[in-house]
């Protein structure tokens, strides 16, 4: 699994516009709609069901494969990592004047949106400009678990008229590009936030619960029907949805996502015929699945898979007896532990015994696919030296049970992860090595970790959200565009307000943060990445393993499938997908 910012397809890379303004890379992409038949149900297999599917509660990357098929954005990210104008008519740049520095009346920065003409919600209501308004006076209600991180910044939105969308900058953000989100006013506004009504509290779940579902007015190809949770979610055609470019409606009559359960049953049933697609697999089963010839789709995309320690001396794991056995504390929240953990992580036996050398192995945080990304320095594999940064730091084996302590606290620390199997051999093959330096590594993997916010509590064992975790291993589908790293490692955006679960606290890295999201300065963007970057890799903020290979397994019968290596996801142009007869 995969975890993922709320409409994070939805944003885009202001430098690389910025560059573009200054005549270097474009960004636009070259979509061309999909062609074939129409009719037909497309099935979808996928190992894990999706957290939520409120637009902007979810976390996962199965929530946000469904929710490409409904809802659309300003701009879409297409499959050659570059952006497309989508509900809007054309991306606002200074060039075309949609952008305005200094802005109007005082505003850092003035933006101007124009939306397409007929653009209906699926319920046959207008989508105006008022709904972007709304939208965005939602996201900044007191009370909203949300990162405000690029709704704070904007003033006021302005509607010139149903079809302009003026936001009024009082700073400048380096992902202004992505504009703000579009949800339907006329549904938002039936419910309420933090009131602690079942009935009407969206935080709670009202509106988007699977009774809810079929009622819930989207803008994207596709709309609710129906949803088993664990067992499937079912989209059907909406028939007041247009491609934008050729005027086309939506060509299969819908989409069913199934949860399998574990990537091996995914792929038996894709073998039996009975899956169209499977997504959501990885390097772990390019060997398995390589006889499948064209049918199986891999590439390297926007993920990578980490160890996130959890910096917190406060918040940590609540496993019962593991808490009690080591003393208390949070030991990860010493940088020599951290440290130490990176030391004894031998990356390339994982990636050699355990992915058979698919994937590529990672030395940043940031994929190499970014623009931004800069190389570093790997970690060397040296338990001689990992010892000795334990030893330095005054952990050590005192009592002679194998185990290093400082303080009365323990080196015991939980390993939280998914069901997947390839995370519970790397857990286990890693535990190895950090045992022979007295760190004792306790597996914990099952379905609690990316429990979001609004579905979770602090007594949630083995949660990123609530930062009750050790160590965590999983993915992250890092963005395009530099200013995603904000909202997971600034020492503002911890739970509920972004998504820094490991509690970074690190004032360098704030810095070069803060510099990243308040410029559209491609060359001063650059620079502060790298800097970032470097941090991170000093501070042992993250321990990268590897980068993904990504792989869908997609029948002969489906056409206009193209596979996206971005966070937009494998149905990121469901609107185009058809099904031979």
Not at 68 to 95: C, F, H, Q, R
Not at 446 to 472: Q, Y
């Amino acid at each position: 699994m995969r975890k993922k910012s709320a409409l994070a397809a939805l944003f885009v890379s202001a430098a690389l516009i910025a560059g573009a303004c200054g005549g270097g890379a474009s960004i636009v992409g070259s979509y061309k709609p999909g062609t074939g038949g129409t009719g037909g149900t497309l099935l979808v297999g996928d190992y894990q069901d999706v957290d939520s599917l409120h637009p902007y509660y979810y976390s996962t990357v199965m929530s946000a494969n469904v929710l490409a098929t409904v809802w659309d954005g300003l701009v879409t990210l297409s499959n050659e990592a570059k952006y497309v104008p989508w509900m809007a008519t054309e991306i606002p740049t200074v060039a075309n004047k949609g952008i305005v520095l200094p802005g109007e009346n005082g505003d850092a920065m003035t933006v101007t949106w124009k939306l397409r003409e007929g653009l209906v919600w699926s319920d046959g209501v207008a989508i105006t400009c008022a709904d972007a308004e709304y939208t965005h006076s939602w996201v900044m209600t007191e009370g909203n678990p949300l990162s405000t991180t690029g709704a704070a910044e904007i003033s006021d939105v302005e509607c010139v008229d149903d079809l302009t969308i003026k936001l009024h900058y009082s700073e400048l953000y380096s992902a202004v590009y992505g504009g703000v989100g579009i949800m339907p006013k006329h549904y938002f506004e039936k419910y309420d936030i933090n009131s602690g009504n079942a009935a009407t509290d969206m935080v709670l779940g009202a509106g988007f619960r699977p009774e809810d579902l079929a009622n819930v007015p989207v803008s994207g190809p596709f709309k609710f029907a129906s949803r088993t949770e664990g067992v499937e979610t079912v989209m059907v055609r909406n028939d007041k949805w247009k491609n934008p470019y050729s005027g086309e409606t939506t060509k299969l009559d819908s989409i069913k996502y199934v949860v399998c359960g574990d990537p091996d049953t995914c792929i038996a049933k894709f073998r039996a015929g009975e899956l169209d697609i499977v997504t959501d697999l990885d390097g772990n089963s390019f060997a398995t699945t390589k006889d499948l010839g064209v049918q199986q789709k891999a590439q390297s995309v926007f993920t990578y898979e980490f160890f996130r320690p959890n910096h917190s001396p406060d918040d940590c794991s609540i496993l019962e007896p593991l808490k009690t056995t080591r003393g208390g504390g949070c030991p990860v929240s010493d940088p020599a532990i951290r440290k130490a953990i990176a030391q004894a992580t031998d990356k390339s036996a994982i990636w050699t015994r355990i992915l058979g050398e698919a994937g590529v192995i990672a030395s940043s945080s940031v994929t190499p696919l970014a623009w931004f990304y800069k190389e570093q320095t790997p970690v060397k594999f040296d338990l001689a030296a990992a010892k000795k940064t334990l030893t330095d730091a005054g952990w050590v084996d005192g009592n002679g049970d194998g185990i290093v302590e400082k303080d009365g606290v323990s080196a015991i620390l939980e390993f939280c992860t998914t069901m997947k199997a390839v995370r519970k051999s790397t857990i286990a093959y890693v535990a190895g090595d950090l045992a022979k330096i007295g760190i004792k590594a306790v597996y914990n993997g099952g379905g609690t970790i990316f429990a979001p916010w609004t579905e979770s509590d602090e007594t949630l064992s083995c949660n990123l959200s609530r930062g009750n975790f050790d160590v965590a291993l999983h993915a992250y589908s890092s963005g395009i565009e530099a200013v995603s790293l904000y909202g997971v490692y600034h020492s503002s955006k911890f739970e509920p307000d972004g998504q820094n679960d490991a509690k970074v606290n690190d004032p360098a890295l704030d810095a070069q943060l803060d510099i990243i999201k308040g410029t559209i300065d491609l060359d001063v963007i650059a620079a502060a990445a790298a800097k970032t970057q470097e941090i991170m890799a000093a501070t042992t903020v993250e321990i990268p393993l590897y980068y993904w290979m990504g792989i869908e397994l997609v029948s002969d019968k489906v056409g206009g499938f193209l596979s996206n290596p971005t966070q937009a996801g494998p149905l990121w142009n469901a609107g185009d997908l058809s099904l031979a007869n």
